[in-house]
């Protein structure tokens, strides 16, 4: 069974500081890969998703996040936070065809 | 906005009583998920439904079903309603089954007291 864990329910970072959000999951196979963004009192927003094409992949609002299947990570990344990206982010697992899983999610808070 | 569309956004009602969700899908999109949302569970996969047909289930209680219409719209009915059934019920949609993206509505906020 496919499964997610994130490091960390809750990260504090200063502003234009590196934004670093930690996520493994389990699957037997390499799978279908997101992280989904939700700001407060908003629904989840798709950040970027990695579909077994390049294994850095490139978000909206200047994240990034790499796949590593020996390590079974998809980290999430950005060099500078703003202000603006303190929210709740959730890394989710999709495997061909079975059904998502969303991880507990990290609230990210910019200090100013 | 996503295209997803979800009424009530805010629902108050009492514990024993019965109120039903509704989803409207992004035009286009055959798939709905129901997902429940609370402090304490995290994100939690309710159902899912593909044009119409049930796909897959998850952790959903025996108080709550779901449907979706031939026009692709879903509905959630929670009956017999406990206090601890408050939380944010969100719907999502996608294209295809299981590995395309999802579309989440911003959610319908149940308050049982």
């Known amino acids: 069974a496919q499964s997610v864990t994130q490091l960390g329910s809750h990260v504090s970072v200063s502003e234009g500081a590196l934004v670093l959000l930690r996520c493994n999951y389990s699957?037997?196979?390499?799978?279908?890969l997101f992280w989904y963004v939700q700001y407060p009192n908003q629904g989840l927003q798709l950040l970027l998703k990695y579909t077994s094409a390049a294994t850095l992949v490139k978000g909206i609002n200047g994240f990034e996040a790499e796949f590593k299947k020996s390590e079974t990570s998809f980290h999430l990344t950005k060099p500078s936070a703003h202000m603006s990206d303190a929210a709740e982010y959730f890394c989710?697992?999709?495997?061909?065809?079975?059904?998502?899983?969303f991880g507990p999610g990290t609230r990210l808070s910019v200090l100013p | 906005d996503s295209g997803v569309t979800q009424t009530p956004k805010h629902l108050i009602t009492a514990t024993g009583q019965r109120v039903t969700l509704r989803c409207s899908p992004r035009s286009g999109d055959l798939s709905v998920y129901w997902y429940q949302q609370s402090l304490d569970q995290g994100l939690q996969f309710l159902i899912q439904?593909?044009?119409?047909?049930?796909?897959a289930k998850g952790n959903i209680l025996e108080r709550f079903s779901a449907q979706q219409f031939p026009d692709l719209h879903s509905e959630l009915n929670l009956s017999s309603l406990e206090l601890g059934d408050s939380a944010l019920y969100f719907c999502?949609?996608?294209?295809?089954?299981?590995?395309?993206?999802?579309?989440f509505g911003e959610g319908s906020r149940l308050t049982v007291l």
């Open positions: 989710a697992v999709n495997n061909y065809g079975q059904n998502f899983v």
């Open positions: 699957s037997s196979v390499p799978p279908y």
């Open positions: 439904y593909y044009n119409g047909e049930e796909r």
């Open positions: 999502a949609s996608s294209v295809v089954e299981g590995t395309g993206e999802l579309f």
